[in-house]
Each structure stands twice: as C-alpha cells, then as structure tokens.
C-alpha cells in the first residue's frame, strides 16, 4: 500500500510543491492542510486512519502520536520539511530539498543493539559545605545517598543520608556500576550524646555505588566527563549548574537501555603482532578511555563507550564498525537524498551534515528567526558526528553533491574531523569540504548563503560495500585520470618501499603481516606486496631486523593494486650436498661471512660447510661426522637366554 503523506503550509508559512514530491517519492500527497495540528486535526485524523501515514511536521510528533493511539492506528512516520526547507529566504525553490528529506525518511531505520543497565539507586556524591549536604538532602527522598566530603564535618547521626570522609583515590565503571577505593577512609560512630564521633582513618577501603554526583569542583574523575553516563558533575558555586545535576540523578535509577554503538571483529584489528606495535589510532583518540590494549587486538567496554564514532572513522582495518547504526544505512541515505533531488529536478545540492541535537537546533532557530538554509542545502543529521570519516565525506560527493559542510557540535571530537577532512581533500583531489564551527544560528545561515557551491560529480556512484571500497569507488569517480594519489602521512592506504640492498628476505614481515598484504613465493625466494591490502600500520616497518621497508602513504586506483607484485627477489641458493634449492643465496653468502671461520662450531671447513647445506645433508652430515654431538657410548650387548642360562647355578 502507498503510503501518504500530510502535507501542511504551517498557517500559509511556507510553500510546498505536493506535485514534485509526489513524482519523485511515489507518495500520495493529501491535500494541503493549513493547520493540520489543530483547527484541521479532525481530517488529519480520518486521513490517518483510511492507512500508512507520514507527517511532514518534526515539531509536533508526540501530538500525532497520541493521536494514532486515541483512534487506534499504526504510528506515523515524520519527516520536517518546514524548519530544513520550507522555512528559508529561497523556500519557493526548495522543492527538489523537499523531495529528497522526504525520500530518506521513507527509508528503514535498522534496529539498534542494546544491553539493559541496571541502577539501584545508590549514589556517592563528593563535595563539602551547604551546597553538597543539600544536595545529599534533597536526593535523599529518591536515592540510596552517601555524601563524602574530604574532612570529617561537624554533624550528627540520624540524616536522611550517609556521611563519610576520605579521599576517593580510585573510580572506575559506569552507571550501575561503579568500583570506588577511599583512603583516609572514616565513618560516623553511632549512638552518643553530642556532636557525632568518627572511626580512625583506614586506607584503601573499597564500595560500588550506581550513580555519583560530583560538586568538589576539582578536576574530573573521568576523562570527557560529560559522556560518561551515571557521573554527573557540577559547579558547587552555580546554583542552577547543582539543581539541575541533582534532577538529572534523581532520574538515574531504574532499568536503561544502553545501545552498543560499535562492533569489534578482533580477528581484523592490526594493533601488534608477537608484542610489536602497530596501530593504535582507536586507542589514542577514544576520549572515555573505553578502548584498552588486549594483546594482539583491542578490548572495547561497551558500558564506557559513548557513540562517538571516532574509532570506526579511524580503524584502517575495519575491525571496529560504527553500528548504530551501520555505515551501510548512512550510504543509502547518501544515494537516496542526492539522487531524489536530481530526479526532482535539482542540480548541484550541497549537503549539511549535524548532529541530532545542537545542529538540529541550529537549524531550527535559523529557520524560525532568520534566513533558514538555503534551497540547495540539504541537511543530514548523523548519530556520530565523529564517525562521518573520509570514507562518508568521499561518498556524499561520488553520490552527486557538489560540497559536504560539517557543523561541529560542542562534543565533537575535532582533532578526527580536521584529519579526516584533510584526508578526504586528497583523495578528492578538490576542496570541497568545510568545517563549520559556528554556535550562532544567523552565523550558520550567512556562511552558507556566501559559500560558492561547485559543480557536482558527472558520473553518481552507487556506494556499496565496506568503507574502504566505497573509498576506491568514489576516489574514481572523482579523479577519473588519476592512477596514484599521494596521501598525507598516517593515511590508511598506501604502498612499501623495500630497500634490496638491506633486504635478507628473512620474512618476518610476511609472517606478521595482519592485513595479508605481505605474501611469500614457497618455490623461490621473493617478498610479494598487494597494495589493496594495506593498512599502512607499520608493522612490517616496526619488526624488519635491516631497516628495510618505509611507507609510503598513497591510494593506487588501478587494477594492479589487487595483484601480488613481487618487491624484492633473490637466487636461491642450491645445497652442495644434493642440490636442493634452500634460503636466499645472500643470506647464506651473510651466514658464511659472519660464521665460518669465526665460531667455534664452524671453526673448520667441514663443520663451515654445512652451512651451504639443506636441512636433509646438514643432519646427514651432522650424524656421520668425527666429532657427531649426537653419538653416545657403544650400545650393550643384547642379553639372550643363553646369558641368563650361564648364570642359574642348576645349569
């Protein structure tokens, strides 16, 4: 059944081409309401009920969804096309914009992988004076609630919390689950007249508590505090900074649904091989620390990650995945936004990439108060603003957009942003990517009216497939002629130098290789690379005993980069026993210059020449020699009855 869509003018704020969406969607468009939310609602409620509906109104959604409720239908989908198009200075001509947002919404959302978390309750908060003995106070009523403070106070038992003093040396966890370790540890002694008595300091006293609420005013239990969930943390000197951090745990308690944002193929991750570094670019950019070293791979603690999706944009390898939701989702919608607006008509689109809640509200407020977007924006709000990579900025322009804007949010992992961004130019080959750091809704309007849009790809791609081959796909379209792009350093792509003279073909690199990218010739000696496969994670660089491989950081687009070219080859050396081939002829000339002669177990030329030998001859050799380190004393005679006969005395 299709679908319709509830188009509406907003009180005769806005135009909307029905017909154009309708051509380009395959929607039925009802009629254009003017106030379908309110003096219109009953029509909007028939329209709703003869079948599948969606609103194109953001703003009021919980009212339509109550409404599917009352009269007992399916929910709504929704899509805003008043505050990301229709509210503009170039509204009249936002018609293809309209036709795409409402294209992408009729795309399925993939449901998200969560883990329940569990608080009870129990809640640590930190901090001194009146501020924090109110706070403890007030959450009482609600929480489980202990109050540490660095020294013991003046108080007595009996309040509605517990009282605790000490130092918190150590924190570690998330909500529900929180591990603490409090040195100079004291505790209220219960019963007596007076002021309260307190048991002698201890150290290393251990407790767990669900929720903690910092107001010391001292630097962070946490690194990125604010994505850590279950510690909050205030200003003790800003009252509305403390009530508001104090509402905010009084809600922490209960079952939560936390998603997993990423997911780990451990048997992909290229961070060490035999305790040799490698990559490690996850680990130093995740800014809650969820990522720990485990051997040969990485560990993510899915209750600390927080989403950022800076760790999918940077693995090489693609060990980690961004999954809520997958890469693959935000590809389609990519392809589906450029490619409605072309077949509405639309030439050259622009997209604006946001996160869901600042540059929503951006968006929002530059369209009720100001200039809005302009008509060839189109605005895509992403989950993980971090983890839209080079792979996503490379795919947005191969699907037909002329320019990709980023507006960064305040928890933006920027560093990752600005290196991926630079990425993306390279490969490109244009300067078509810009970070917009703006927090003022008029700011975001102007620089976006005085952008210069360029001219979009020719030839559209069809972004299918992992990052890194919708990087290549995209990088042809693109730069058509080109062959080798060079990269800048620490670039994900890229080939190895290997220096012959220095080269022994020991192939250590070969066997440590994680991404494969490094093979050998099991009938001749030879080194063989395949440039597809490399990550450019240094291993081979790392472990080489010569010093014989650099990297060099570039993208080879064509066919040969999926064959195995040989980077440095030798004759094989022939055993002088039988003939066989073995080894490399100068790893054996190396061996012979360095051992023969010069040590005491190939002092002479006999011993000197097994080393020109197979494995086969040198064990030959080794057995029948003069001095064989394997000969042991004459073997005993065999014993037969005879022996045993000679001795019996009645024989």
């Known amino acids: 059944m299709t679908k319709t869509i509830i188009l509406c003018d907003c009180l005769g704020s806005q135009t909307v081409d029905a017909q154009s969406v309708a051509e380009a969607t395959g929607l039925t468009c009802s009629k254009m309401f003017t106030h379908a939310c309110g003096a219109q609602i009953e029509e909007t409620a028939a329209l709703m009920a003869k079948g599948e509906t969606m609103v194109a109104c ?11 409720e009352e009269i007992e239908v399916a929910e709504p989908a929704f899509v805003d096309l008043r505050d990301r198009a229709g509210w503009s200075d170039e509204g009249s001509q936002a018609a293809p914009k309209m036709a795409a947002l409402a294209a992408e919404a009729l795309l399925p959302t993939p449901n998200e992988r969560t883990v329940d978390v569990v608080s009870n309750g129990a809640c640590l908060i930190i901090g001194s004076g009146d501020v924090a003995q109110q706070a403890a106070r007030d959450l009482s009523k609600t929480l489980a609630v202990t109050l540490l403070t660095p020294t013991p106070v003046d108080t007595s038992p009996g309040l509605p919390f517990d009282s605790v003093s000490g130092t918190l040396a150590r924190a570690t966890g998330t909500l529900g689950r929180f591990s603490l370790r409090i040195d100079k540890f004291q505790q209220i002694i219960a019963g007596g007249r007076g002021a309260a008595a307190w048991t002698p300091a201890s150290d290393g006293a ?3 508590c669900d929720v903690i609420l910092d107001l010391s005013g001292e630097t962070p239990l946490f690194p990125a505090p604010e994505k850590r969930d279950g510690y909050l943390r205030a200003d003790p000197g800003s009252q509305t900074a403390v009530a508001q951090a104090v509402l905010d745990a009084s809600t922490m308690i209960g079952t939560f649904e936390k998603p997993l944002y990423v997911r780990l193929e451990a048997s992909l991750c290229a961070h060490s091989r035999a305790e040799q570094a490698a990559c490690s670019k996850c680990l130093n950019i995740c800014p809650t620390g969820a990522i720990t070293s485990a051997g040969e791979h990485v560990a993510i603690d899915p209750m600390i990650c927080a989403g950022c999706g800076a760790c999918a944009a940077l693995c090489p390898s693609e060990a980690i995945t961004y999954d809520a939701p997958p890469v693959s989702s935000l590809f389609a919608r990519l392809n589906t936004l450029a490619s409605t607006y072309r077949k509405a008509g639309g030439t050259n689109p622009r997209v604006l990439v946001h996160d869901g809640e600042f540059g929503s509200e951006l968006i929002s407020l530059a369209a009720r108060y100001g200039r809005g977007l302009p008509a060839d924006v189109i605005p895509l709000s992403v989950s993980a603003l971090s983890g839209f990579g080079h792979a996503e900025m490379l795919a947005a322009q191969a699907c037909g957009f002329c320019t990709v804007s980023i507006v960064l949010g305040p928890r933006s992992e920027r560093p990752v942003l600005e290196d991926e ?24 309007s102007d620089t976006l009216y005085a952008a210069e849009p360029g001219a979009a790809v020719e030839t559209p791609i069809l972004p299918l497939g992992s990052r890194r081959q919708v990087t290549r796909l995209a990088a ?8 080798t792009i060079p990269l800048p350093a620490a670039a994900p792509y890229g080939a190895i130098l290997v220096d012959q003279d220095a080269c022994t073909l020991c192939l250590s690199c070969v066997s440590l290789c994680p991404a494969g990218a490094l093979g050998d010739n099991p009938d001749k000696p030879q080194l063989r690379f395949q440039e597809s496969a490399c990550l450019q994670c240094g291993l081979c660089s790392n472990i080489c005993p010569e010093d014989a491989i650099t990297l060099t950081p570039q993208l080879n687009l064509t066919d040969a980069a999926f064959t195995q070219a040989v980077v440095n080859e030798e004759e094989p050396f022939p055993c002088v026993e039988c003939g066989a081939l073995f080894g490399s002829k100068s790893t054996v000339e190396r061996i012979m210059e360095k051992l023969a002669g010069k040590h005491s177990m190939f002092a002479n030329p006999q011993t000197a020449r097994m080393i020109q030998m197979c494995d086969n001859c040198r064990i030959q050799a080794q057995y029948h020699s003069q001095n064989n380190p394997f000969a042991s004393k004459e073997r005993p005679r065999v014993r037969t009855t005879d022996d045993y006969l000679s001795k019996r005395k009645d024989h």
């Open 58 to 68: 953001q703003q009021e959604a919980p009212l339509f969804r109550e409404l599917a």
């Open 476 to 483: 042809q379209a693109l730069q058509p002629e080109a062959e």
């Open 206 to 208: 251990l407790s767990e």
């Open 421 to 444: 961004a630079t990425l993306a130019r390279a490969i490109a080959g244009r300067d078509a990517i810009a970070l917009i750091d703006v927090n003022d809704p008029d700011a975001l």
